[in-house]
């Protein structure tokens, strides 16, 4: 038995029309889509914190910018910074992994 089916007989009262378990249904199929995009987000956001946290301990700044930009600045700072190379393209490697 799916998921939602097992939802809406626990939280669905006894006396219930079907246009009623209809919308029950859409609305769970749309808190389980909000929920299971939750963890890549979250995820895509920590690789890229743990990034800047590393590069902060050598005196190096990361900006706050998204998507393409933020993965532009690492490059920069993985030229200038020979020794980082590994660290900074293998962090930078893990939000291109993750799909939403």
Do not use: H
């Not at 998921?3 to 378990?21: E, G, Q, V």
């Amino acid at each position: 038995m799916p998921l939602s089916w097992f939802m809406i007989f626990i939280f669905m009262p006894t006396s219930c029309d079907r246009a009623m378990i209809k919308d029950r249904i859409k609305w769970l199929s749309m808190l389980l889509t909000f929920t299971s995009r939750y963890q890549p987000v979250s995820m895509k956001n920590q690789a890229k914190n743990q990034l800047r946290g590393i590069l902060k301990t050598f005196g190096l700044v990361v900006v706050k910018a998204g998507g393409k930009l933020f993965e532009k600045r690492g490059r920069e700072i993985r030229a200038e910074q020979p020794g980082l190379d590994v660290v900074i393209d293998s962090i930078l490697e893990v939000p291109r992994c993750i799909t939403l």
